[in-house]
C-alpha cells in the first residue's frame, strides 16, 4: 500500500447518526443510574434525541449532496427525507407505547436503547454509499428488532415471533451478503458509484453479476416482507409487543425503501431491464396474497400484517418504472402509508389495557359511542389506507399507478386497482364496526394519558391535513431525487 | 473467469472422494464382531463414574463474551499503537471514542449485576 497521506473524514457531513449514537449512549447510562421505576428520565431523552435528530439532518443534509469517510457515507436530499421520516415514526412509536409496556410489565430501559440503536441501523442504511456500510446499517436495525420482538420475555407466543424473525432474517442476510459478494467478486470494488459504473459496461461477466443480484433482490425482498419472502410477517406482527410491532410496520418499512434504492434502485440503475421483471413479479404476488388472505382474519395485528404486502406491492411498483418520478411516488407512498399505520397501531395502543390487547377486528365495535373523536381518527385511517379520492392514500396510490402506466404495464396497474377495491372491504369493516356496531361487554375504552391521546389525534388529524394538502409532501418527495 | 476455479473444484472432488473411500473401506472391510463388553460405555478403560450431562451456570456465558470483547479490545490497541505517530490526533481520538463505548457497554453490564457471582 503506497504511504497515502491520512485524510480526516469530514464529521459534520454526519452528524445526525453522531448525535444519535452519542445519546443512545447518554440514554443508556441515564437509566442505569435512574431509580425511576416508569423509566421517565430514559423516555425523554430519548424523544428528545429523536426531535433534535431531525432537526439536524434537516439542518445539514437537506439539498446537501456529499460524501464522506471516503465514500461510506453519503449526505442527501433523499437520505435526510428518508431519515426524518424513520426519526418522525419512532418518536411517535415511543410516544404511543410508555402506557402499553407500563401495564405488562415490559417498560425497560432497554426497550429505549435498543429502539434508538434499531433507529440509528436505519439511518446508516439510508447514508450507506458503501456495501460494508449498508450491510453494517442493515445489521444493526435488525438485530435490535430481534432482541426488542423478544422484550416479553415470558410470552411464548412473543418468544416463538423472535425466533422466526431470527432464524428467517440471519438467511436473508446471507442471501444479501452472498449476493454482495458476488458484485464485489465482478467489480473488485465495494463502493456503490463505482459498481454502478461497472454495471452500465457490462461484458462477459453479466451473468455473476445478474447472479448477485437475484440474491442481493432476495434478501432486500425479506426486509420489505414482500410475497413470496414474507412467512414471517403475520407471525411477527402478531406476537410481538403492539409498540415493537408498530416499529418493524412503520420505520423498518421506511428503511427498507432506502435499501432497495442505493442498493438496487439507484446502485444497479443500469441492470434497470434485469431487476424490473423480478420487482413486477414480487408486487403481482404482494397484491394477490395480501388482498385475499386479509379478508379472512380476525385479529387487527394480523389483518395489518396482510395488508401490508398489498401496500409493499404499490411501494415495488413505484420501483419498477426506475424513475425519479417512480422512486418519489414510491417513497411519498412508503411515508404516507407508515404515518397511517402508526397512527392505526396507535389506536390499538389507545383501547389496549391491563389483560386486554384489544386487537380483535371485534374490540373496536361502538367506538363511537365511547370516544367519537377516535372513530374518527379511525374513519380517517380506514378511508386512507383504502385509498378513496380526497385522501393521503389516494394521492400515493394514483403517483404510483401513474409512474407504472407510463413505464408500460397498464396491466399491473389494473391488477392493483382491483386489488384496492378489494382492501376496502376488510378496511371499511372495521369502520363499520366502530359507528354502526353496539359495544359488548365493557366495550372499547380510551385509555392512556393526555400526551398520548393529544400525539394520536394530531396524528390522525395530519392524515387528514395531508390527504386535502399533499402538494407539500409531493414536492419534497420529488426534491430529494432531482 | 470461472476456469481459474477448476483447482478448487478438483481438490473439492478429490477431498471428498478420499474422505467417502477411507470411511467406506473401513466400513465394509473391517471386522466386526461385537461383545457386550465392547459396546459398554467406559471412561479411561474404567465404567462410567457419572452422567456426562451436567449443568453449569449460564454466567460462564457472560464471562466468555465479557473475555471476547476485551480480548478483541487487545488486539485492536496493539496494531494502533505502533502506527499511533502516523494517525495523529484523529486517530488517538478515534480509539478514544472506541473504548469510551467498551467502557460503556462494560458499565451496562456491571450495574445489571451480570458479574455479581453470589
Given amino acids: 500500500m503506497t504511504n497515502e497521506a491520512f ?4 464529521l459534520l457531513l454526519a452528524l445526525p447518526e453522531i448525535w444519535l449514537l452519542a445519546m443512545a449512549c447518554v440514554v443508556l447510562v441515564v437509566d442505569l443510574f435512574s431509580n425511576d421505576r ?34 461510506t457515507y453519503v449526505a442527501d436530499s433523499l437520505g435526510a427525507l ?38 440509528l441501523g436505519m439511518m446508516v442504511t439510508v447514508s450507506a454509499g458503501n456495501l460494508l456500510s449498508l450491510y453494517l446499517g442493515v445489521e444493526l436495525m435488525s438485530l435490535s428488532l430481534y432482541a426488542l420482538v423478544a422484550i416479553d420475555r415470558d410470552s411464548s407466543r412473543a418468544s416463538e415471533a423472535a425466533m422466526k424473525y431470527f432464524v428467517l432474517g440471519a438467511l436473508a442476510s446471507g442471501m444479501l451478503l452472498y449476493g454482495m459478494s458476488m458484485l464485489y467478486g465482478v467489480t473488485g470494488t465495494l463502493d456503490l458509484g463505482e459498481i454502478t459504473a461497472a454495471a452500465a459496461e457490462l461484458d462477459d461477466r453479466r451473468f455473476l453479476f445478474l447472479f448477485g443480484l437475484v440474491f442481493m433482490m432476495v434478501g432486500v425482498a425479506f426486509k420489505f416482507g414482500a410475497v413470496p419472502f414474507h412467512m414471517w410477517v403475520p407471525d411477527v406482527y402478531h406476537g410481538a409487543p403492539t409498540p415493537v410491532t408498530l416499529m418493524i410496520a412503520t420505520a423498518s418499512k421506511v428503511a427498507a425503501v432506502g435499501l432497495f434504492l442505493r442498493l438496487i434502485g439507484e446502485g444497479l440503475l443500469p441492470l ?13 404476488l404482494s397484491l394477490l396474497i395480501g388482498n385475499t388472505v386479509a379478508l379472512v382474519q380476525t385479529n387487527i395485528k394480523r389483518m395489518l400484517a396482510y395488508s401490508t404486502f398489498n401496500h409493499v406491492g404499490f411501494i415495488l411498483m413505484g420501483f419498477v418504472a426506475g424513475t425519479p418520478e417512480g422512486y418519489a411516488a414510491s417513497v411519498f407512498y412508503a411515508l404516507t402509508y407508515a404515518f397511517t399505520v402508526a397512527a392505526t397501531f396507535g389506536v390499538v395502543l389507545l383501547l389496549a389495557r391491563k389483560g386486554f390487547e384489544a386487537d380483535h377486528i371485534t374490540d373496536l365495535k361502538g367506538l363511537n359511542d365511547r370516544s367519537p373523536l377516535f372513530a374518527f381518527v379511525v374513519l380517517i385511517l380506514m378511508i386512507s389506507l383504502t385509498g378513496i379520492p380526497g385522501t393521503v392514500g389516494f394521492y400515493a396510490k394514483w403517483m404510483v399507478l401513474k409512474s407504472v ?30 359507528y354502526f356496531d353496539k359495544a359488548e361487554g365493557e366495550g372499547p ?38 | 473467469m470461472l476456469e481459474n476455479y477448476l483447482p478448487i473444484l478438483l481438490f473439492i472432488i478429490v477431498g471428498l ?55 478483541l479490545e487487545i488486539a485492536f490497541l496493539f496494531p494502533w499503537a505502533i502506527v ?29 449485576g451480570a458479574l455479581e457471582w453470589e
Fill in chain 1, 7 to 10: 485524510e480526516t473524514p469530514n
Fill in chain 1, 38 to 71: 416508569d423509566h421517565g428520565p430514559a423516555f425523554w431523552l430519548t424523544q428528545v434525541t429523536l426531535l433534535g435528530g431531525i432537526i439536524i439532518t434537516v439542518s445539514t443534509q437537506w439539498g446537501v449532496d456529499a460524501t464522506t469517510f471516503s465514500g
Fill in chain 1, 82 to 119: 428518508l431519515k426524518i421520516g424513520i426519526l418522525v415514526l419512532a418518536f411517535l412509536g415511543f410516544a404511543y407505547s410508555r402506557d402499553y409496556m407500563r401495564d405488562r410489565g415490559i417498560l425497560k430501559g432497554e426497550y429505549y436503547m435498543l429502539g434508538l440503536f434499531a433507529v
Fill in chain 1, 272 to 284: 434497470l431491464e434485469s431487476w424490473q421483471h423480478m420487482v413486477v413479479l414480487l408486487a403481482v
Fill in chain 1, 405 to 434: 402506466v407510463e413505464a408500460g404495464f397498464v396491466w399491473l396497474a389494473v391488477l392493483a386497482v382491483i386489488g384496492a377495491v378489494v382492501g376496502a372491504f376488510y378496511y371499511l369493516r372495521l369502520v363499520r364496526y366502530c
Fill in chain 1, 445 to 482: 375504552q380510551p385509555t392512556g394519558s393526555g400526551g398520548f391521546q393529544a400525539v394520536l389525534a394530531a396524528n390522525g388529524l395530519l392524515v387528514l391535513v395531508a390527504g386535502i394538502f399533499p402538494g407539500t409532501l409531493v414536492a419534497v418527495c420529488l426534491a430529494a431525487f432531482l
Fill in chain 2, 17 to 71: 472422494g478420499v474422505g467417502v473411500v477411507l470411511l467406506a473401506a473401513g466400513f465394509i472391510l473391517g471386522p466386526r464382531k461385537p461383545s457386550e463388553e465392547k459396546l459398554s460405555p467406559y471412561e479411561c478403560g474404567f465404567e462410567a463414574f457419572e452422567d456426562s450431562r451436567m449443568r453449569f451456570d449460564v454466567r460462564y456465558y457472560l464471562v466468555a463474551i465479557l473475555f471476547i470483547i476485551f480480548d
Fill in chain 2, 84 to 112: 499511533l505517530d502516523e494517525i495523529g490526533l484523529f486517530g488517538f481520538a478515534s480509539m478514544g471514542v472506541f473504548l469510551a463505548i467498551l467502557l460503556i457497554g462494560f458499565l451496562y453490564e456491571w450495574k445489571k
